[in-house]
């Protein structure tokens, strides 16, 4: 197998990178055709990047941390876990060169390998980058001291450390946030965004399943309900195209970048109700929401891998008045399960649309557009 240059052998995280382009998109279309066994129509064709766009692509990353021990001097290596031949331990494999990462977080990830203190002052075991944004996972819960690190000269607008002495398969502690260095947010081309805020990873890709999902919407809903809106980047669209909507979101600094976004970007942000919390805690809202307005409504819905909650499925179809639902996700498997308990109560499947988000890895999402049939 011929890899990339900068891709590491041990690596496990890429299980496409052996593959052509041709290769890759033929079995991620092959497992979205499986999992909806032909009951709604012809899939798609996947919509993806090409060529070198396929490469460097991720801005965001979450990685493990492990002090290595030199002759000389030790450096940290930053990457994903491997297990040991022969015994049940794992070790960290290094990708600070990976072919996936944008450059400007390889860069980040050598300079920070041999500038972080040792481990004894500094018990680090995550790393995470997002765009300009540092974010380290200290397992103490006491505020060690910052780094000797000239962060604004190495490119970076913010650091934080997440104290958290129970780090592990949960990584972040939830009130182990502590900002130690520059601006709490960060902006992308004009977009505001924090530690823990998700974002899409190739922009053109996720703009062409919000144009689907706006043409979809046009002319036949006038109020949207977006479920797990994240910074607001959907809510701003449906604003744009004249359609008053109302978002909810469980992350807080997800909705205040939200606030912030719509405020600075859409005219109309007056006609957007941002709520904050579970969309399961906030349907009573939602619905009061819906009660008091007038016009067609839209259902929008990014959930997180697990999919949707039975009360938000019961509650779309059974209690909204939603005419048409976009549900857009990242994984299949759930995403199939609720298309079919969407389809046995009243809606018809428009398309199934598959998404290459994730080029060289396994991962495709996939948008089902879906209408509701005429009682």
């Known amino acids: 197998m011929v890899l990339k240059e900068g891709c590491e052998l041990q690596c496990t995280g890429c299980r496409h990178r052996g593959l052509t382009e041709e290769q890759s998109l033929a079995q991620k279309k092959s497992w979205v055709k ?18 070198e766009e396929r490469w460097h692509y991720r801005r965001k990353v979450l990685l493990h941390a492990e002090w290595q021990d030199g002759k000389e001097k030790g450096h940290w290596k930053f990457g994903l876990l491997r297990r040991v031949h022969g015994s049940f331990d794992y070790e960290v494999v290094p990708i600070h060169d990976c072919p996936i990462h944008q450059v400007s977080i390889n860069r980040l990830l050598q300079i920070l390998s041999m500038q972080l203190p040792m481990p004894d002052s500094f018990p680090l075991v995550n790393l995470q980058i997002s765009g300009t944004v540092l974010s380290f996972v200290l397992k103490t819960s006491k505020m060690p001291q910052v780094p000797a690190v000239n962060w604004e000269e190495i490119g970076v607008s913010g650091v934080y450390f997440n104290l958290n002495p129970s780090a592990g398969n949960r990584v972040f502690a939830n009130k182990g946030w502590h900002l130690i260095w520059g601006n709490s947010k960060a902006q992308d081309e004009g977009w505001i965004y924090g530690p823990e805020s998700f974002t899409q ?11 689907r999902v706006k043409a979809f919407f046009s002319g036949s809903v006038d109020r949207v309900v977006d479920l797990y809106c994240g910074t607001g980047r959907t809510l701003c669209e449906w604003l744009n195209l004249g359609l008053s909507c109302v978002g909810v979101e469980l992350n807080g600094e997800a909705l205040e970048c939200a606030r912030q976004n719509l405020k600075k970007t859409s005219p109309r942000f007056a006609d957007a109700t941002l709520l904050r919390g579970r969309s399961i805690e906030r349907l009573p809202q939602v619905q009061k929401w819906c009660d008091v307005g007038r016009g067609r409504v839209g259902v929008y819905l990014n959930p997180p891998r697990t999919g949707l909650e039975n009360e938000v499925l019961e509650w779309v179809t059974q209690r909204s008045d939603a005419t048409r639902v976009a549900y857009l996700s990242c994984n299949p498997t759930s995403l199939a399960r609720d298309v079919r308990i969407l389809a046995r109560s009243g809606f018809s499947v428009v398309k199934i649309i598959p998404y290459d988000f994730f080029p060289q890895t396994h991962h495709v999402e996939v948008l089902v557009l879906l209408v509701r049939e005429a009682s």
Do not use: C
């Open 201 to 211: 990873q190739i922009k053109p890709l996720h703009l062409d399943s919000v144009e």
């Open 34 to 51: 499986e999992l909806f066994s032909n009951e709604f129509g012809e899939i798609s064709a996947i919509r993806t990047v090409h060529g």
